[in-house]
């Protein structure tokens, strides 16, 4: 069974830093695309970053240049390091497998970890 | 970047009605579309992918169609569990991937 766990979220200082983690199991972790989606609270979903398995990052506007992915396929774990941290940054943040072959679709998600950015 | 407009912005019926939901995308996106449903507490599940390709263990009841850019999703008989927000996504030019701003399905 696939499964996605999302730990890491925190409420934090606008300025302020947090480490995001998915841990994943159930399937190849390293032969899969792994996204970060996010939701602020009551609004629509915004798709956030995504990670080849070779590595190849993509990244919204938005976030670009203030949070970077990676993964460690020897550990099953992806990541979202987020710095520089804002206001609107506030929201469910959901890990997401990309369904296949690079396709960016969303197949399978963790339950989500809230960051909350407020001083 | 993509802008997707989904139409309506809300959806009352009754369980057993037939929906239709609509999605249109800025750009031909040719069927690169997806849809998810995302009910409240939970994380989105796929529905659809590639326009109409039914996601694994999902009800036949569900049906995707369109292509370039106009979509839509349709629910041949709404059961109780389907009551939910409904998200169309893009994945033909991107970066950016993006999403619809989403279309509520809730019980008349």
């Known amino acids: 069974e696939v499964q996605l766990l999302e730990s890491g979220g925190d409420l934090v200082q606008p300025g302020g830093s947090l480490r995001l983690s998915c841990a994943a199991s159930g399937f190849s972790f390293s032969s899969y695309a792994m996204n970060w989606v996010r939701q602020a609270p009551g609004r629509g979903l915004e798709w956030v970053s995504i990670i080849s398995p070779g590595d190849s990052t993509y990244y919204a506007d938005s976030v670009k240049g203030r949070f970077t992915i990676s993964r460690d396929n020897s550990k099953n774990t992806l990541f979202l390091q987020m710095d520089s941290l804002r206001p609107e940054d506030t929201a469910v943040y959901y890990c997401?497998?990309?369904?296949?072959?690079?396709?960016?679709?969303?197949?399978?998600w963790g339950q989500g970890t809230l960051v909350t950015v407020s001083s | 970047e993509v802008v997707l407009t989904q139409s309506p912005a809300t959806l009352s019926l009754s369980p057993g009605e037939r929906a239709t939901l609509s999605c249109r995308a800025s750009q031909s996106i040719r069927s690169y579309l997806a849809w998810y449903q995302q009910k409240p507490g939970q994380p989105p599940r796929l529905l659809i992918f590639?326009?109409?390709n039914r996601a694994a263990g999902i009800p036949a009841r569900f049906s995707g169609s369109g292509s370039g850019t106009d979509f839509s999703l349709t629910i041949s008989r709404l059961e109780p569990e389907d009551f939910a927000v409904y998200y169309c996504?893009?994945?033909?030019?991107?970066?950016?991937?993006?999403f619809g701003q989403g279309t509520r399905l809730e019980i008349k």
């Open positions: 997401a497998r990309d369904r296949g072959n690079w396709d960016a679709n969303f197949d399978y």
């Open positions: 996504q893009q994945s033909s030019n991107w970066p950016p991937i993006t």
């Open positions: 590639d326009a109409s």
